[in-house]
């Protein structure tokens, strides 16, 4: 028996899989719109047939494992339109924010995923960058 708040292995199974079904559907659609667009698809598209719901922080930290292979990782972006289509899923009104470290000196951007106002991942979140922008 799991501990409470602890996935069985067959719930981190489970989840695994939707990570990943939902980072190649972002993959091979996310450079083929306009961002806005696309970040309103996956935001508009209802809620997900599964019982199955995460704390935010749960979903956070499980597609930043799950979706590393080796020593790489998707960037940023991929990662937070996944958990943001995760999160819209179960019905949150997640945001998606997209900023610049404070003293940027070139176009390197960052996005991560907020409710309410507050960072929900993925690591590293916000990480010092300031919002440039946020879409719902």
């Not at 047939?49 to 998707?74: D, K």
């Not at 940027?104 to 960072?119: C, F, I, Q, T, Y």
């Amino acid at each position: 028996m799991s501990r409470p708040g602890r996935l069985s292995p067959g719930e981190k199974l489970r989840l695994a899989a939707r990570i990943w079904l939902r980072f190649v559907r972002v993959r091979l659609a996310v450079d083929r719109e306009p961002l806005p667009a696309f970040v309103s698809e996956l935001g508009g598209t209802g809620t997900s047939s599964s019982p199955a719901r995460h704390p935010p922080a749960t979903l956070s930290a499980a597609i930043y494992r799950c979706l590393r292979v080796g020593g790489r990782r998707p960037r940023c972006l991929i990662n937070a339109l996944v958990l943001f289509r995760l999160l819209r899923e179960q019905g949150e009104q997640a945001e998606l924010v997209i900023g610049l470290p404070e003293a940027a000196s070139d176009h390197r951007a960052h996005a991560w995923v907020e409710l309410a106002g507050s960072d929900v991942g993925p690591p590293p979140g916000r990480a010092g960058h300031r919002e440039i922008a946020r879409f719902s």
